[in-house]
Nanobody, 115 residues
Framework: VQLVESGGGLVQPGGSLRLSCAAS????????IYWYRQAPGKEREPVAR?????GAANYIDSRFTISRDNAKSTAYLLMNTLKPEDTAVYYC????????????WGQGTQVTVSS
C-alpha cells in the first residue's frame, strides 16, 4: 500500500486548496476513503469520508468537499474559505485498513493558513 498526499501549501485566510491522495497497492474502489488532519500539539482528527459509491460525510463543516476518481485511484479534498485553525498536516486513509496496513500512514501534506 502506498498513499501519496499532495496539494498543500501556504494560503491566506479565505483562500482555497485542493488536496490529492494518490493510492496504490490495494483495490481503491473497494474502500471508503477518509481524510484526517493533525495540527501541532493536537491529536489526528477525521475531516471527511467518502464511501465506495460516492456518499460523502463531513466531520468539520461544509467548507470541505471530498470526492474520488476510482479510475485514477485518487481521492480529493477541496477546502474553501480556509481559516488559520485549518493549519495542519492532512492525510488520507482507506477504511477498513487493507490487510497489514493498520499503522501505515502516508507522509501527509502540510496546509498552512496565514496572512
Amino acid at each position: 500500500v502506498q498513499l501519496v498526499e499532495s496539494g498543500g501549501g501556504l494560503v491566506q485566510p479565505g483562500g482555497s486548496l485542493r488536496l490529492s491522495c494518490a493510492a496504490s497497492g490495494f483495490t481503491f474502489k473497494s474502500y471508503d476513503i477518509y481524510w484526517y488532519r493533525q495540527a501541532p500539539g493536537k491529536e489526528r482528527e477525521p475531516v471527511a469520508r467518502i464511501n465506495t459509491v460516492g456518499g460523502a460525510a463531513n466531520y468539520i463543516d461544509s467548507r470541505f468537499t471530498i470526492s474520488r476518481d476510482n479510475a485514477k485511484s485518487t481521492a480529493y479534498l477541496l477546502m474553501n474559505t480556509l481559516k488559520p485553525e485549518d493549519t495542519a498536516v492532512y492525510y488520507c486513509k482507506p477504511r477498513p485498513s487493507p490487510p497489514g496496513t493498520t499503522d501505515y500512514w502516508g507522509q501527509g501534506t502540510q496546509v498552512t493558513v496565514s496572512s
